[in-house]
Each structure stands twice: as structure tokens, then as C-alpha cells.
């Protein structure tokens, strides 16, 4: 059985930092795109960044460039997202994707193409 298990969530001030992981089990993500999305109160679900199966490619929403930063360890099965200078719009659940299935690095941005989805992890940020 596939799951992917975020972590890391939590309670922060404006301007603190946390850390997300999402770890992969019941088969190895080593050779596929994962992704990683929220979902404020109220809002659509959106895509926050993006990472190929190597770890060359990384994309990023323009809302969070240069602030977050997603990474993966392969040998461990999991991604991370290094959340930086927080703001309270960026309050909202934070949800791991993985394998865009046949799709190209090019449907990185499109949630229907992720085959597979963690339970999500809540990022809360007081002003």
C-alpha cells in the first residue's frame, strides 16, 4: 500500500521558518516528480513547488520564490519543504504529491496528474 506521510506543521510567527517532510512508503519515489501543494481555508488547492526525480529541475510558485525550498533524499524516500520568512497568507494545509504517471515534468503544475497524495500537514502563521 502506497502512502505518503507529511510532517514538520505547526504553529509559527511571522517571519519563523519550519521544515515539511513527506515520506514515501510501499514503493520507492526515487524515479519520479514530487510536488508539494496547500490549501488555504476557503480556497482552492494550489501548487507551491515541484521537484524532478533527480533533483535537477525545481519549480516554484511566484508566491514563495526564493523563500521556500524543496529538496528530496532518495535513499530515505522523502521530500522536504524548507518554509522560510512565513507570512500569514501563507497559513493554509500543506499537502505532498508524487508520480506524475506518464505525464512530463511539464504537467508539474497540474494536481490531476499526481497519482499519488499524503493526508496533508497544517501550517498555521500568526501576524
Known amino acids: 500500500q502506497v502512502q505518503l506521510v507529511e510532517s514538520g506543521g505547526g504553529l509559527v510567527q511571522a517571519g519563523g521558518s519550519l521544515r515539511l517532510s513527506c515520506a514515501a512508503s510501499g514503493r520507492t519515489f526515487s524515479s519520479v516528480t514530487m510536488g508539494w501543494f496547500r490549501q488555504a481555508p476557503g480556497k482552492d488547492r494550489d501548487f507551491v513547488a515541484a521537484i524532478r526525480w533527480n533533483g535537477d529541475s525545481t519549480d516554484y510558485a511566484d508566491s514563495v520564490k526564493g523563500r521556500f525550498t524543496i529538496s528530496r533524499d532518495n535513499a530515505k524516500n522523502t521530500v522536504y519543504l524548507q518554509v522560510n520568512s512565513l507570512k500569514p497568507e501563507d497559513t493554509a494545509v500543506y499537502y505532498c504529491?508524487?508520480?506524475?504517471?506518464?505525464?512530463?515534468?511539464?504537467?508539474?503544475?497540474?494536481?490531476?496528474?499526481?497519482?499519488?497524495w499524503g493526508q496533508g500537514t497544517q501550517v498555521t502563521v500568526s501576524s
Open positions: 504529491a508524487a508520480d506524475l504517471g506518464g505525464s512530463t515534468w511539464y504537467y508539474r503544475l497540474f494536481q490531476n496528474k499526481y497519482r499519488y
